[in-house]
């Protein structure tokens, strides 16, 4: 049987989105197992409450996932749980070996 566990932090979904969810993971196992999956494909949509988990050693509430949110594209990557401080993902496209500035 599939199964699919999403935890969320509580009261940030609806019912609506959480309906979508059920239906997008059952969808995903249908297309990789075949109509059979559907009839037992298990979705779980678990909603994890404030200060409930944590991320690379910080406890994390709705409140810091929100500042998180809306501060990804600030420049200081010290936000819990918005990536690594100091990394710049357009350096590492680079498939031809040349430099980023397009040098030599």
Known sequence: MPFA???VPAGTLDA??????????TELYVEIYGERA???T???VEEVPDGGWGIGD??????MLQQGAAGADSPDGDTPG????GAD????????????????
């Open 5 to 7: 566990n999403f935890k």
């Open 16 to 25: 609506q989105q959480k309906e979508k969810i059920v239906h997008r993971a």
């Open 38 to 40: 559907r009839a037992t």
């Open 42 to 44: 298990l979705v779980l």
């Open 58 to 63: 910080h406890v994390l509430t709705l409140a």
């Open 82 to 85: 918005t990536g690594s401080p």
């Open 89 to 104: 993902s357009s350096d590492s496209d680079s498939s031809d070996g040349d430099s980023p500035d397009g040098g030599s």
